[in-house]
């Protein structure tokens, strides 16, 4: 690695409708914060003008120098900003295997779960080094492409290759993508923050990007809170349903300077670099494929993947996926292959696991996940790895595991043996209780996700400065009937990156706290209350699971004149609705293994079941008045 700034590349029927609704769409960026947005759009305009004229600039006074090169390990190199101490910034590049690896292939047709779930209608942005080859044979369906090409970007083997692991459609079975049957946004990455900006607030979901951006030329680039890590807080707060998902980076075991330095002075943690840092990003590692997982020594970590932690000691890199020989699509031509390694292809993995998953739960209740809910859900339904249990620097959370999250989804809201998310508000200065009771052998688990406002500054140069960038510190405990405490995860920071975590007090660092209990067996009761002073209502998302759980709250139980009822039961040919009220509802049915098999629209308080064959069903009422049931019935002749 030279000694100059870097900007690195870190590394039913299926249906073809490449979009999500005009109208999903409206309703996603709905929820951004529109003023908020000029103010930062214009800035972000503003900043990207100065950086082209510096680019220009120093271009003009070099004239030997290229602006674009392939550097020694073959990675597309760009100039892309000149620092005020003449430092250059670069950007530089850093799958069957991966939906196995992430238990991704439960979902599909003809998976363990029985779904249909294959990113359908679901788009992903991908920013990269250059434009995906839209024309391979693995993104044209009924002779129209899949991926569409926003800002004229040249064709690029990295960007195709990360685009097919999202969602090449598997003409070449071992090539297909995790999400198949997505369609992608596909981005170079010369104003990448602007046009994320743009994009979010037009209702993007998620998007990948596999680099990051530092001056690592300095020391002190390492895990800094720098101010393109800043501007991602900015962009996702304003706009919370918005999740980029980030690489961690190839940088240990680096044998140049400055890499090389901080290697042999860390051993491999406080690797992770710009927009790796930011709060309310997900930062992925990089391991090898798992065909079967049996437990935490079943994931190899790669030998190359940066480990954290951040500055201020939050968890990075916060998730694993296979990112070690995958195979995907290449721009050579229309029929290219090939494999690749590094933290840039773990990234759209995770991504293409996004896409599903946000698929799956606006198939269930019509609507999407909050960001804050996406990322805390494969947080909380990590598989363990690593040596210690739970998280660390190295691995983050764990393995990424599609089917438990899955499941997560599927069971919320069920009358027993359910699971728990909610998105809700914490007000300054308030407590928010929730009684459940569970029991059994799995875990319970109960954890908090938030995102976060950006921090009011951002480092300069300093070398792992002391300043903690969390805005809105919220805290979870579990309380057990006895009156024993369970406080969640937490990790020591810069002081002892190697050490196992800790989880005997509350956590002031993350913006994902996790409470597990072994073996739980009675009534717990959920606390989350605030540290300080909140700088405005802050919005968090409860999740809870366990293999037999419950809950207790008179939260949720409705007024006795609001409360729905479905009748008969069994049912033969139709479910009535009482206090209906000529309400409009979407109801869902599924079977018992959750799969859809029903979807319809309700407004005289009468579900036709007549289609169905005899046997156990789940349904999932939401009405125009914001109440969402689940009810079990027996459909029978």
Do not use: C
């Amino acid at each position: 690695m030279k000694n100059k700034a870097l900007y690195t590349l870190l590394l039913m029927v299926p249906l073809f409708s490449f979009s999500q609704t005009k109208e999903e769409r409206e309703k996603i960026a709905s929820f951004s914060n529109k003023e908020a947005n000029t103010v930062l759009g214009k800035q972000l305009h503003e900043e990207e003008v100065a950086r082209k004229a510096r680019v220009e600039a120093y271009l003009k006074n070099n004239p030997n120098v290229e602006r674009v090169f392939i550097d020694a390990k073959m990675n597309k190199t760009e100039i892309l900003d000149v620092l005020p101490n003449g430092e250059l910034i670069y950007a530089k590049t850093h799958n069957a295997g991966a939906a196995t690896t992430a238990r991704a292939t439960s979902l599909y047709d003809g998976g363990n779960l029985g779904l249909n779930i294959q990113g359908q209608n679901m788009i992903a942005g991908v920013w990269d080094g250059g434009s995906a080859r839209n024309s391979h044979q693995e993104f044209m369906v009924n002779s129209a492409s899949k991926v569409t090409i926003m800002d004229g970007g040249t064709e690029d083997d990295h960007a195709t290759h990360v685009a097919g692991t999202i969602a090449a459609q598997g003409i070449v079975s071992n090539a297909r993508g995790v999400a198949f049957n997505a369609s992608i946004n596909s981005y170079d990455w010369t104003a990448d923050l602007s046009e994320m900006l743009t994009a979010a607030a037009n209702g993007l979901l998620m998007s990948n990007h596999s680099y990051g951006i530092g001056s690592l030329g300095s020391i002190w680039f390492y895990g800094a809170y720098d101010s393109r890590a800043r501007q991602i807080d900015n962009i996702t707060f304003n706009n919370p349903y918005y999740l980029p998902v980030v690489s961690a980076g190839n940088d240990r075991g680096e044998t140049t300077a400055p890499g090389s330095t901080q290697n042999a002075a860390k051993a491999g943690y406080d690797l992770i670099f710009g927009h790796g840092n930011a709060k309310n990003a997900l930062t992925v590692a990089a391991v090898g494929q798992v065909l079967n997982y049996t437990g935490a020594s079943s994931v190899p970590m790669s030998s190359f993947s940066s480990w954290g932690p951040s500055d201020d000691g939050r968890i990075k890199p916060e998730i694993s996926m296979k990112g070690v020989n995958v195979r995907s699509t290449l721009d050579t031509n229309d029929t290219a292959y090939g494999f690749m390694s590094g933290t840039s292809m773990a990234s759209p993995g995770v991504t293409g696991v996004i896409t599903l998953l946000q698929q799956y739960h606006n198939q269930l209740y019509a609507s999407y996940m909050k960001s804050a809910t996406t990322k805390g859900l494969i947080l909380h339904t990590a598989d363990e790895a690593g040596d210690f249990t739970g998280p660390d620097y190295q691995f983050g959370w764990g393995l990424i595991n599609a089917e438990s999250a899955a499941k997560v989804i599927r069971d919320k809201n069920l009358p027993t043996n359910r699971s728990v998310i909610e998105e809700l508000s914490l007000g300054n200065g308030t407590t928010y209780t929730k009684t459940i009771t569970a029991t059994g052998s799995e875990p319970l688990k109960v954890s908090i996700s938030w995102t976060d406002p950006a921090f009011s500054g951002h480092n300069t140069g300093v070398v792992d400065p002391s300043t903690k960038y969390l805005v809105n510190d919220l805290d979870v405990k579990v309380t057990n009937a006895a009156g024993t405490v369970y406080y969640p995860w937490k990790l020591q920071g810069m002081a002892a990156y190697y050490d196992s975590p800790t989880n005997n007090s509350t956590n002031d660092t993350d913006v994902f706290e996790r409470v597990d209990i072994e073996n739980p067996s009675g009534l717990y009761t959920i606390t989350v209350t605030h540290k300080g002073t909140l700088s405005a209502n802050q919005n968090f998302t409860l999740i809870a699971s366990s293999n037999n759980l419950s809950t207790l709250n008179v939260n949720d139980m409705q007024d006795v004149n609001e409360q729905i009822h479905f009748y008969p039961n069994p049912a033969k040919d139709f479910l009535y609705i009482n206090n209906s009220n000529s309400v409009e509802a979407t109801v869902t049915i599924l079977d018992m293994a959750g799969r859809l098999v029903s979807k319809q629209t309700t407004r005289n308080g009468k579900i036709s079941v007549s289609e169905l064959v005899n046997g156990n069903y789940m349904l999932i009422y939401i009405d125009t008045k914001g109440r969402e049931i689940s009810h079990r019935f027996v459909k029978s002749s």
